[in-house]
């Protein structure tokens, strides 16, 4: 695969983190509500007394200046975006791979959905230290996660907190990537309408997700390991076992492995 590939995707990555930071911040928000909001833009002109251009700019800044910039809160915050994303880990991974005809073997896909998610973990991580800097690493005395600390300690997110972040963010987006683009590329194989089976990855992965925010809701946090996407959510609830957590996304793995070497099998007979 070209080198353009892995910088389109490392661009792409880091685009969504930082449209997700203006979209936490309220910019966007802001510029609707001027454009869209006859009552409010009236209030707004008689602050700033500017063309309309630079009212809405102005009025960007300040939503800007008041945000609260606070490293967990954007850590958290400005990635959350991503549970609705991990389907397409698989699609673009499949869509990558196939395009150039690779020898449909378990080495050469593992190792490609392993060099396809080192650009999605590099964009975390060049974020993570640009919010690092401008945020001067202050940090809220309110968010709290609660994966990993099943097996590190109630302290350990408050004693390691960045530590804690890059941690998380190699689980989110290099671990789970290549999961999920591994995984994609396996299943894909098994079927000659490739388009049919993108579908299927969205519609799975949504039915999935909004079937167990509704079990969730009703019967309680355990059903949260039928979520998907429970993952990069684990901090919103009460308590996680991490080790099962990451044993269910192996098993998604393990899974389209076993049906991939079942058809090779049967193709080889």
Request: glycine residues 4%; positive net charge.
């Amino acid at each position: 695969m070209k080198k353009k590939a892995y910088i389109y995707l490392f661009l792409s990555i880091l685009s969504i983190f930082f449209l997700s930071l203006l979209f936490e911040a309220g910019i966007f928000y802001a510029a609707y509500r001027y454009v869209f909001g006859e009552n409010y833009r009236n209030e707004i002109m008689k602050i700033y007394h500017y063309s309309h251009l630079e009212n809405i700019f102005l009025l960007m800044r300040d939503w800007w200046m008041n945000f609260e910039w606070k490293f967990d809160y954007i850590m958290v915050w400005s990635t959350n975006i991503f549970q609705l994303l991990f389907p397409l880990f698989s699609i673009i991974g499949s869509i990558l791979y196939f395009s150039k005809k690779r020898d449909e073997n378990v080495k050469s896909i593992l190792i490609f959905s392993l060099k396809l998610s080192f650009p999605i973990f590099f964009a975390y991580f060049v974020f993570f230290i640009f919010i690092f800097f401008i945020t001067d690493g202050n940090c809220t005395n309110y968010i709290t996660r609660t994966l990993f600390l099943d097996l590190l300690g109630q302290s350990f997110y408050n004693n390691h907190i960045y530590l804690y972040y890059f941690m998380n963010g190699s689980i989110c987006f290099l671990f789970i990537p290549f999961i999920y683009i591994a995984s994609g590329i396996f299943i894909s194989s098994l079927f000659k309408n490739k388009i049919q089976v993108y579908y299927y990855f969205i519609i799975l992965y949504l039915f999935l997700t909004i079937n167990t925010g509704t079990l969730i809701d009703l019967f309680g946090d355990q059903f949260l390991y039928l979520d998907p996407s429970s993952i990069l959510l684990a901090g919103s609830y009460q308590s996680v076992s991490t080790p099962f957590l990451l044993f269910l996304n192996v098993m998604i793995l393990s899974s389209s492995l076993y049906f991939y070497k079942r058809k090779k099998s049967v193709y080889e007979k």
